[in-house]
């Protein structure tokens, strides 16, 4: 069946070629060291690429994101606020630290946490919010930045999806007091598999993650200080490095042979996004006339860089539920199609935290009917006309 072909072809986002084959080959033979030149060389292309002040590389999305809490000062009891569909890792970072995590309901038309909504949940417990600028579409920053300006919180931009994304001319990640990349393999572009990185303007959150991020440790060089503490092991005059550590942190480094694959991919993340905004206008464009299909919106000041392709279902219209489709598409024609994401206030551990459905009804509609197209930018236009034309014929 062609479809087997297909399947394979859309299992990953990921692309390598020769450029970072070679990387990984040159930093092997210098002994694949961790956090070393590369790393650096990484954070300052990011941060040039972006348009942030400080990148720092981490071990993947999920710990950008803790320590984003970790910086902002996120503490036991704080109240934390993101969208109901989303990745785990984005609510799971400021509950891992004690905080009470809350939902603000989603515009039934971006997906993105509605700002209109978030007023409300307001409250004086409340810390931070999480946007998170899902499937590469920037959420309503102006509006989210001047409630954070009223009423005093901090936004961290959760852009695991939305590498290259612009918000009115802005990329994103450089908007709210930092911004979380993920390098997992199914993002935008990898490093192997697994990585991450913060973005900041803040010189002190910076300064804040990149501590915790490798056990709070400070390196002092001849510092007579703790010459004087530890005169014994370590007699004064002599030239030596004392290590201490502000506070008990953690192990989220990035190897070097990761980072330098991420100095190739990062060049090639705009030529990687265009393909995918090129197949995504395709499948706009070839879909937009089937009766009960809705297809993504994009807002006119934003630069949607298509992590994935969200389709609405109308069962009625359509002819079919979204189970039936994701089912057929898969046993008549091979193609996997996916459903990003079950809303987190129906999983068990936020059921176990007092959630309950009912809570917020555009996530619990947009769950029922909401399907991910393959988008990757590998997709051949016979892959993308196979795509178009089996979504075509299912109902008959
Ligand atoms: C992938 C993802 C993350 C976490 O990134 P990892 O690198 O997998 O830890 C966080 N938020 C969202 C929205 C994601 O899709």
Not at 76 to 98: E, K, M
Not at 180 to 186: A, I, L, N, R, T
Not at 338 to 344: A, D, K, Q
Request: aromatic share 10%.
């Amino acid at each position: 069946m062609s479809g087997i072909k297909f399947d394979l072809e859309i299992k990953f986002g990921t692309q390598y070629g020769k450029e970072e084959e070679e990387a990984v080959l040159r930093v092997l033979r210098n002994n694949a060291p961790t956090s070393g030149d590369e790393c650096i060389r990484f954070e300052k292309m990011f941060a040039e690429y972006t348009g942030a002040k400080y990148a720092r590389v981490v071990s993947n999305g999920s710990t950008a994101l803790f320590l984003s809490m970790i910086g902002i000062g996120i503490k036991p009891g704080d109240r934390v606020l993101t969208s109901p569909i989303t990745w785990i890792a984005t609510a799971a970072a400021p509950v891992t630290l004690g905080a009470e995590v809350d939902f603000v309901d989603i515009d039934p038309v971006t997906y993105n946490l509605d700002p209109n909504q978030l007023e409300d949940k307001l409250t004086p417990n409340t810390k931070a919010v999480i946007p998170v600028h899902l499937y590469g579409q920037p959420c309503d920053m102006d509006e989210i930045m001047g409630l954070s300006q009223k009423h005093n919180f901090s936004v961290v931009e959760d852009a695991a999806h939305a590498i290259g994304a612009e918000y009115k001319g802005k990329k994103v990640g450089t908007i709210g007091a930092t911004g979380c990349f993920s390098f997992h393999e199914q993002k935008n572009i990898s490093t192997l598999g697994e990585g991450g990185i913060v973005t900041t303007n803040d010189p002190e959150i910076f300064e804040k993650i990149s501590l915790y991020r490798s056990h709070c440790t400070r390196v002092h060089g001849n510092s007579t200080k703790y010459c004087k503490l530890d005169e014994e092991k370590f007699p004064i005059g002599k030239k030596f490095w004392w290590q201490d550590f502000d506070d008990c942190g953690y192990n989220f480094r990035m190897t070097d042979i990761q980072a330098a694959v991420g100095c190739e991919q990062i060049k090639k993340v705009d030529m990687l996004n265009q393909h995918r905004i090129d197949n995504a206008a395709y499948l706009t464009e070839a879909l937009q006339d089937v009766p009960g299909l809705t297809l993504p919106t994009v807002r006119p000041y934003n630069k949607h860089v298509f992590h994935l392709y969200p389709v609405r279902i109308d069962p009625k219209e359509f002819g079919m539920n979204k189970e039936d489709f994701i089912y057929d598409m898969l046993h008549k024609f091979g193609i996997k199609v996916g459903f990003h994401y079950i809303p987190l206030h129906y999983s068990t551990a936020f059921k176990n935290r007092g959630m309950k459905k009912g809570q917020f009804p555009h996530a619990e509609k947009l769950a029922e009917e909401l399907v991910t197209l393959p988008i990757n930018p590998r997709q051949t236009e016979e892959a993308l006309e196979y795509l178009v034309k089996s979504i075509r014929s299912i109902r008959s």
